[in-house]
């Protein structure tokens, strides 16, 4: 079993930025990981993705904002988010594609206007 712990969510006023940062605890490489988010009432939305090979993928609405990026000695992935917008504000999940697909708690982003 693999266990994602997500970091780094908080209150952050508009066009403000934050880090957050996944760690796997697993010493098997992972192909696959990702940043998802979901407010209430609504369906998780795929923000971010990225593979070892460091190819990376953004939702449109996040583009040229986000970054994701990842450490894959220590099997880290972070995602840096600048000038944020209150329509970002959500809970965050990591997830990485092993054993089927693993999902980290989630972590709180609010920005406030």
């Known amino acids: 079993q693999v266990w994602l712990v997500e970091s780094g969510g908080g209150l952050v006023e508009t066009g403000g930025s934050l880090t957050l940062s996944c760690a796997a605890s697993t010493t098997h490489s992972i192909n696959y990981m990702a940043w998802y988010r979901q407010t209430p009432g609504n369906e998780r939305e795929l923000i971010a993705s990225?593979?070892?090979?460091?190819?990376?993928n953004y939702a449109q609405s996040v583009k040229g904002r986000f970054t994701i990026s990842r450490d894959n000695t220590n099997r880290r992935v972070y995602l840096q988010m600048n000038s944020l917008k209150p329509e970002d504000t959500a809970v965050y999940y990591c997830?990485?594609?092993?054993?089927?697909?693993?999902w980290g708690q989630g972590t709180q982003v609010t920005v406030s206007s």
């Open positions: 997830y990485a594609k092993i054993y089927g697909g693993t």
């Open positions: 990225i593979t070892t090979g460091e190819i990376t």
